[in-house]
């Protein structure tokens, strides 16, 4: 048993040895483990109380402790730390009930979506400007179907040649829980689409590795399906192209395809049906990037507004 064990309590040895030999988990994980659980073992021992039995309020009074110094993420990291070691110590018969499964985890503060100016996403889309080698055509159309029609990435990486209708501008995607939706994009996505499709993904399809990939819309330069991961990559080397000052994720193309949608005046409801969100509630945090625009709307159609009374922003 490491040394640095030697001076913690029992049960914390042992939940921290079946961390290392039954579960294998990383050294840095066990080491998060031991610091958490050794601020626990530290704040009992003040109290005058062992790690065992315990009770719900000393676990609530350790975080309530901890709190001022850490945010809800470190929290909810102590008390999954917490709920893991007293499950171990029930599974050993070494406690009678694990105290930390009664206490609810700290809320964590919704993170808005990044999204970039219209006219920064115009920039990184028209990156791929040559349009002569197949690579470029190919990530000229993925950018702008990303954009135009604000699929996951894996829904772009998913797609078959044939789930894309040029004619009429719209594109079958099979989202999360397997559940399909007809998306439209734009003409410039049609465009690209198009010259990729004349272009060059026939280059790449005369490669080796096209094989069993002969469906897929976006192929690598083996031949095979496009990935996630390659997206990401050839994203990230347009974004240095496009001069933009900031890492960009293939996920904030989704983001700023919803978020101008909502401030060129689309209804949120049908930006949700566009998204495949479940849930209208998912889709409304995007009204909190657009509230200039909204309180606009307000402005100019809300009876009150309009009618020279205290309205929005007077006196009380």
Not at 198 to 217: F, I, K, N, T
């Amino acid at each position: 048993m490491p040394s640095e064990r030697a001076d913690l309590p029992s049960e914390l040895q042992r939940f921290l040895a079946y961390l290392e030999t039954e579960r294998r988990a990383s050294p840095h994980t066990i080491k998060a483990y031991q610091v958490d659980l050794e601020q626990y073992a530290a704040y009992l021992a003040e109290a005058g109380e062992g790690i065992v039995p315990s009770s719900v309020a000393l676990v609530r009074g350790f975080l309530a402790r901890q709190a001022g110094g850490a945010g809800a993420t470190s929290l909810a990291r102590k008390l999954s730390a917490l709920r893991s070691l007293y499950r171990f110590l029930v599974r050993e018969g070494l406690a009678p009930g694990n105290p930390a499964r009664a206490v609810s985890s700290p809320k964590r503060p919704k993170r808005l979506p990044e999204v970039l100016p219209e006219e920064e996403v115009a920039a990184l889309v028209e990156a791929p400007a040559h349009l002569g080698k197949p690579l470029e055509l190919r990530d000229r159309a993925f950018l702008e179907l990303l954009y135009g029609s604000g699929l996951r990435v894996s829904e772009l990486t998913g797609l078959d040649v044939e789930d894309v209708d040029l004619a009429q501008r719209l594109v079958r995607v099979l989202g999360k829980r397997n559940k399909e939706r007809i998306v439209p994009f734009g003409r410039a996505a049609a465009g690209a689409i198009e010259r990729w499709l004349d272009g060059g993904r026939p280059v790449l399809a005369a490669q080796p590795g096209h094989a069993g990939h002969e469906a897929a819309l976006f192929l690598n330069w083996r031949g095979g399906r496009l990935t996630s991961r390659s997206v990401g990559r050839r994203l990230d080397g347009w974004v240095l192209a496009s001069g933009l000052p900031r890492h960009v994720h293939p996920h904030v193309l989704r983001h700023c395809f919803a978020t101008h949608l909502l401030g060129n005046g689309a209804d949120l409801r049908g930006i949700q049906e566009l998204l495949g969100h479940a849930s209208l509630s998912t889709t409304q945090r995007y009204t909190h990037l657009d509230w200039k625009r909204l309180a606009a709307v307000y402005d100019a159609a809300h009876p009150r507004a309009r009618s020279g009374g205290s309205g929005r922003g007077g006196k009380g």
